[in-house]
């Protein structure tokens, strides 16, 4: 079927301005633009044997110069096709998503398909589902878009470096029928870490960010370039104007405020949720997470600000509202959108799991274990450069020598308290599987959400359910991706 392609392409004719994200490269044959744009000499890509069908999307990680702020030189980054934000992948429910993904960096990678549910050896996890993609290598991926919902994707190799310089990329997969909007935005929030050369400042793997809040980039940005009071998206009175929010910030968390709009969330992490209005007027969004928002911009001119009160109020972006009005009333609580399907936890006859988050540094003392030897979490900050423990045990990224933390039989219904014994909060991931949020912090939520990343305060809890349905080993991890590489990131197995 060609209709992924297709809807690319209808995707890349829909952008707008200078906020919108890239579009794909076109047309087989014609030299696409990411490639004049990558500047560091490639290695030759090696002639695997890559059995990737006519239809497959070139998604190729290298390096490239991009203009990151307005002032000063441009930014080496590493960017997919040239660009970050990498392409925004469009699809429709029941789609094929075929991407041929290969290395051009100088270190070898992998893409994750952050949220989807698709088969174990498709989920681009290191030395878990597959081989690192070496430099001048390939790896056709091919799955099927299941579930419709915002998604991501990512390296999962040496994520801590590889996100942070600049890789990733939004997916998106339309419902069959979509909620009416006027118009659809799509919003990669990120951050780099810059010095006054717009160099990207070169401290990734410290021992200090991964035991503490992470490596936070100075520069905030939208769609790839630096966010702030300046930037602005013209809209009409009363349009209903849907925004997919996406948090691909290494460690950052974002708390939004809509500066006089009232936005409505329809989906959390691509997962469809009673229509509601933001809890206190304040969108929290965690590194990894997704929101769909919908916004009636209101009748009266005016600019309203997009700002982040995490960073202390800092202005993101503004929408300014010019023209003749679209409507003349506002239309009301949008629809809910319909849900995936997705199998129901049944809390009354799941098994009952537990996982305890500890460490930090100047935590509480904890002693954690590293292969098989238990240690002070000072001495494992010293001798492995590693900071935190799951359930007592603490490893190297993706090492292999280390027990899953739980074995699920297929079909098997959990739930799983999560409780964080860190002074830091962590956003936390489970691959190949969406849960129910039934509460966080002992208290219940009001509306069960279901989410493949769910924050955990510092010093709180989480209560997760969900049906162990998809077969292999699926990561579960920080998505603070210092945290994953010191030490926050183990596996569940799913037996088939
Ligand atoms: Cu986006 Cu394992 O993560």
């Not at 991407?99 to 952050?114: E, K, M």
């Not at 698709?118 to 030395?127: E, F, R, S, T």
């Not at 998106?172 to 717009?198: M, S």
Request: charged content about 20%.
């Amino acid at each position: 079927m060609t209709v992924s392609r297709r809807r690319f392409l209808q995707s890349a004719s829909a952008t707008l301005g200078s906020l919108a994200l890239p579009s794909v490269p076109t047309g087989a044959g014609a030299p696409a633009a990411w490639e004049t744009i990558c500047t560091t000499p490639a290695p030759a890509l090696a002639s695997t044997r890559i059995v990737a069908s006519a239809n497959a999307i070139p998604l190729t990680a290298g390096v490239c110069q991009r203009r990151i702020r307005d002032e000063g030189p441009e930014t080496t980054l590493w960017a997919f096709n040239g660009t970050s934000p990498g392409p925004a992948l469009r699809y429709r429910q029941g789609d094929t998503v075929e991407v041929l993904v290969s290395n051009r960096l100088p270190q070898p990678t992998t893409v994750h398909w952050h949220g989807l549910r698709l088969p174990n050896a498709m989920d681009g996890v290191p030395n878990v589902t597959q081989p690192p993609i070496l430099p001048g290598s390939s790896f056709a991926v091919r799955y099927a878009a299941i579930d419709a919902g915002t998604y991501w994707y990512h390296p999962h190799q040496s994520s801590f470096e590889q996100v942070p310089r600049g890789l990733y990329g939004m997916l998106v997969v339309e419902e069959a029928k979509p909620p009416r909007v006027d118009r659809e935005l799509e919003w990669v929030l990120a951050d780099f870490k810059l010095d006054k050369a717009n160099r990207q400042v070169e401290d990734f793997g410290r021992v200090r960010d991964f035991g503490s809040e992470g490596r936070l980039g100075n520069v905030v940005t939208l769609n790839g370039t630096a966010a702030g009071a300046n930037r602005a998206i013209d809209v009409r009175p009363g349009e209903r104007v849907r925004v997919r929010l996406l948090n691909a910030a290494s460690a950052r968390a974002f708390v939004l405020e809509f500066g006089g709009l009232a936005p409505w969330i329809v989906t959390y992490d691509g997962q469809a949720v009673q229509p509601h209005p933001v809890p206190d007027g304040r969108l929290h969004l965690g590194a990894g997470q997704r929101t769909d928002l919908v916004i009636d911009v209101p009748d009266a001119a005016g600019r309203r600000v997009v700002t982040d009160r995490r960073g202390g109020g800092e202005a993101l972006v503004a929408l300014a509202c010019v023209g003749r009005p679209v409507r003349a009333k506002p239309p009301g609580r949008p629809a809910a959108i319909a849900p995936n399907r997705l199998a129901e936890p049944d809390v009354a006859k799941a098994t009952d799991h537990y996982l305890v988050f500890e460490g930090g540094i100047g935590g509480e003392p904890a002693i954690g274990r590293v292969d098989g030897k238990a240690l002070r979490v000072e001495d494992i900050m010293k001798k492995h450069g590693l900071a935190w423990t799951m359930n007592y045990t603490t490893q190297q990224e993706h090492a292999m020598m280390h027990e899953p933390l739980f074995r699920f039989r297929r079909g098997e219904h959990v739930t799983l308290k999560l409780m964080n014994n860190t002074d830091y909060e962590h956003p936390i991931p489970l691959h190949g599987h969406f849960f129910r949020v039934l509460a966080l912090n002992d208290v219940k939520t009001r509306l069960r959400e279901w989410r493949d990343t769910v924050m955990i305060d510092a010093r709180g809890s989480a209560d997760i359910a969900f049906v162990a349905e998809n077969v292999g080993e699926w990561m579960f991890h920080c998505h603070i991706l210092d945290h994953a590489a010191g030490g926050m990131m183990g596996t569940v197995v799913v037996e088939g």
